[in-house]
């Protein structure tokens, strides 16, 4: 029977050849005349974006225009000339490619079963599944050791997070019947960390938080400081910290199920100067347009008025990076986060990140300063408007005495240069045994010589298995701070 992982190779060696074909069938070597009018129109779109971002008064008006026009024409020449359904369908079976070549070198669950059967065919079907057991068996009794219970759990809600989430899932009261002591954030103006502090004196055994990331990250401070357990709670607006946690955001209750039935993870914390975050700390235009005050009120109209002297004028950042010895200078924005995001266009995973507890930093630039660089953007990675580094430290600093910062959702200001650190394995995390969100956590890119190598026969997909090797956002944490 043929290895499922092989043949979801083969199968996208197959679409993305099929998508290279159907415009050669559809127009000959006309269709590399075709490709070129199309980066021609996306080229263009880019340049529009770009004058209407950056730009006042007639310009903007222009590139308002012509960031509709480029795509609308490109759209009618592919469809006068019968090219337009051909377009779609090799995009269409060029994106399956991609997909399937991404499952294909994924190490979920049935991959890593189906591997070791394969690497082990000289044993006997009775001792495989004799290991498999005992395997199974060490890793409930590691689990259970880990996940003892806590006698005396604490945790911060905030009812206005998430539009009333602690209300609508009745998490106050599920939690007091868990035998947590709650602590509701009434007014809003109260000091988190305080509060946080002074349940450790009064004996917390763990620290969690319903609410959104910026909570979570002020608590979790207080929590890796003490050395004592942090339960994350997805009851804000975006929980991205609790999607890399694998928690499942549509029911924020099926986390407190970690007090009884969950296992610990160490995880990294970021840091930007001396404010922790959970996601990321990001500088320059984005974190200008949202410390202006009328940005809550209203948010399109105060980004259309701040972005061009922000982008162009005297206000434009003109942001340097170092990070481990690595300069990049005039960047318009710059976004650090703790441990690297996957690819910023991946329809499987946007915006999240693979681990937890790899101690570095990712780095995402941007510089897009003038027309012309708008224009290469449809090089992708190849044209310089879009730099991603990763780094364990990063230096930024601008041609001023503070910077604004977005810190996980909160908006303050540091004074520059900021230095923006790794803490490896700072934070003890909680969470429930099964969460839906790991099935996910190992995608993968579509790395096309070895999804060619894998549709071979000639690439084992987990190298190294008599090691231990990382499974999800985190490592699980046994007898020691880094097992």
């Known amino acids: 029977m043929p290895d499922g992982h092989a043949g979801r190779a083969r199968l996208a060696l197959l ?47 222009l590139g308002a225009v012509l960031s509709v026009a480029a795509p609308v024409t490109v759209l009618a020449l592919f469809a006068a000339y019968d090219m337009l ?19 294909a070198l994924s190490p979920g669950p049935t991959a890593s079963e189906q591997t070791e059967q394969t690497e082990q065919t000289e044993q006997t079907e009775q001792t495989e599944q004799t290991e498999q057991t005992e395997q199974t068996e060490q890793t409930e009794q590691t689990e259970q050791t880990v996940a003892e219970a806590p006698h005396s759990p604490w945790i911060l809600m905030n009812p206005r997070s998430g539009g009333g989430k602690v209300g609508r899932f009745h998490l106050v009261e599920k939690a007091r019947a868990a035998g947590c002591r709650v602590v509701l954030l009434e007014g809003g103006h109260e000091d988190v960390a305080e509060l946080a502090r002074r ?27 003490h050395d004592v357990p942090f339960l994350v709670i997805p009851a804000g607006t ?17 986390a407190l199920e970690a ?14 100067a001396d404010r922790v975050f959970v996601n990321n700390a990001s500088f320059g235009t984005y974190a200008s347009v949202v410390t202006d005050p009328a940005y809550r009120d209203a948010k399109a109209r105060t980004t259309l008025r701040t972005l061009p002297g922000l982008l162009t004028g005297e206000g434009a950042s003109g942001l340097r990076a170092r990070a481990d010895g690595e300069s990049v200078d005039d960047l318009q924005a710059l976004l650090i986060s703790n441990n690297p995001y996957g690819r910023a266009v991946d329809a499987a995973r946007p915006g999240r990140r693979k681990r937890l507890d790899s101690g570095l930093l990712g780095v995402v630039c941007v510089r897009v300063g003038n ?9 992708g990675a190849r044209s310089g408007g879009l730099i991603r580094l990763s780094a364990g430290e990063v230096t930024v600093e601008a041609d001023t005495d503070t910077l604004p910062v977005g810190i996980d959702g909160e908006h303050v200001v540091l004074p520059s240069p900021v230095v923006c650190r790794s803490d490896p394995g700072a934070l003890r995390v909680r969470v429930p ?31 190294g298995r008599g090691q231990h090797q ?13 097992s």
Request: hydrophobic share 55%; no cysteine; proline share 5%.
């Open 199 to 225: 349940a450790v004196t009064e004996g917390a055994d763990l620290l969690a938080v319903a609410g959104g990331d910026g909570t979570q990250a002020l608590v979790a401070e207080v929590a890796a400081r």
């Open 259 to 272: 007090l009884t039935h969950g296992v610990e993870l160490r995880i990294d914390l970021g840091y930007a």
């Open 238 to 254: 975006r929980n991205h910290f609790a999607l890399d946690l694998g928690l499942d955001r549509d029911d924020p209750a099926a």
């Open 433 to 463: 045994r099964r969460r839906p969100g790991t099935s996910r956590a190992g995608a993968a890119t579509a790395d096309w010589p070895r999804v060619a190598r894998l549709a071979l026969g000639s690439l084992s997909l987990f190298p």
């Open 85 to 103: 359904w051909p377009a779609l369908l090799s995009l269409a079976l060029w994106v399956l490619s991609v997909t399937v070549a991404r499952t």
């Open 371 to 379: 027309t012309a660089q708008a224009a290469r953007l449809v090089r």
């Open 15 to 61: 679409t993305l050849l099929a998508s290279i074909l159907v415009p050669l069938v559809a127009a000959g070597l006309r269709s590399v005349l075709w490709v070129l009018v199309g980066i021609a129109g996306l080229a263009l779109a880019a340049v529009g974006v770009w004058w209407a971002l950056a730009h006042t008064g007639a310009l903007r008006v």
């Open 470 to 482: 990382p499974s999800g956002p985190g490592r699980v944490r046994g007898g020691g701070r880094d």
